[in-house]
Structures are given as structure tokens and as C-alpha cells.
């Protein structure tokens, strides 16, 4: 099973894994989250996030969601990437990360695939 780390700006990861339970109906296990505050050091940001990759990766490999790109939250996720162990998409939304957790028992190149469609899709204008 891929784990999956939501790092992001203040308590959005949080939220996000709150609603993401609600709406797949149980506690995903494999699941954390990084909050990172204005106060926060990068370097001991990342240190902590090194240190739930390892609790989170079983063998299958670790997908990192965060939110803004080329945002700190984001800056610390791309020090994670080992390609094909640990990988990083940027943008979270809650349609991505369920999306993310329903496909998670495939490969990890897939979990990528399936949340960053997930993210896309569910993005639209309804216009009534």
C-alpha cells in the first residue's frame, strides 16, 4: 500500500484527511499529514517530514500532496523525491487525495496518475 503525506501551509492538511475520511467512510491507515507555520524552520520542517516518510512507507513507496507549488510547503516536498520511492505532487485538493486513497494498492506511478486526474476533474464550473 503507497502512504501518502499531505504537506501544507497551517491545518489545510489536516482538513483535508478529516474530509477525506468522511468521504471514503473510515480512517485511511497509511495516512499523515505536515502542518508548516510562517514560524516553522524549513530544515527542521524536513527533518520531520523524513521522519513520517519512514513510518509511512511499507515497501510500496510514499506520495507527498502539497499545496502551492514553489510554496515552503511545497519547497520541503521536493527535498523528499527519490524517484519511484518517494514522489511529490503539488496543488492537494480533496478530489486528488480521494481519489489518491481509492487507488493506493496499485503501483505508485499509478496512485500519481489517478490523483492528478482526480485533482483535474474535479475542478468545475457549474454554471446552474
Do not use: W
Not at 54 to 61: E, I, R
Not at 72 to 79: E, K, Q
Not at 93 to 118: D, F, Q
Amino acid at each position: 500500500m503507497i502512504g501518502i503525506l499531505v504537506l501544507t501551509h497551517e491545518d489545510l492538511g489536516d482538513h483535508l484527511i478529516r474530509c477525506a475520511t468522511h468521504v471514503v467512510g473510515a480512517e485511511p491507515p497509511q495516512l499523515m499529514h505536515l502542518s508548516v507555520f510562517p514560524q516553522d524552520d524549513p530544515d527542521e520542517m524536513l527533518s520531520n517530514a523524513q521522519a513520517l516518510i519512514k513510518q509511512l512507507d511499507s515497501g510500496d513507496g510514499v506520495l507527498v500532496l502539497s499545496d502551492i507549488c514553489g510554496a515552503t510547503p511545497c519547497n520541503i516536498a521536493s527535498r523528499l523525491v527519490q524517484p519511484g520511492k518517494v514522489e511529490c505532487v503539488a496543488g492537494v485538493n480533496l478530489p486528488m487525495l480521494v481519489r489518491a486513497l481509492t487507488y493506493r494498492n496499485e503501483p505508485l506511478s499509478v496512485v500519481i496518475e489517478k490523483g492528478l486526474s482526480g485533482g483535474q476533474d474535479g475542478v468545475v464550473h457549474i454554471n446552474g
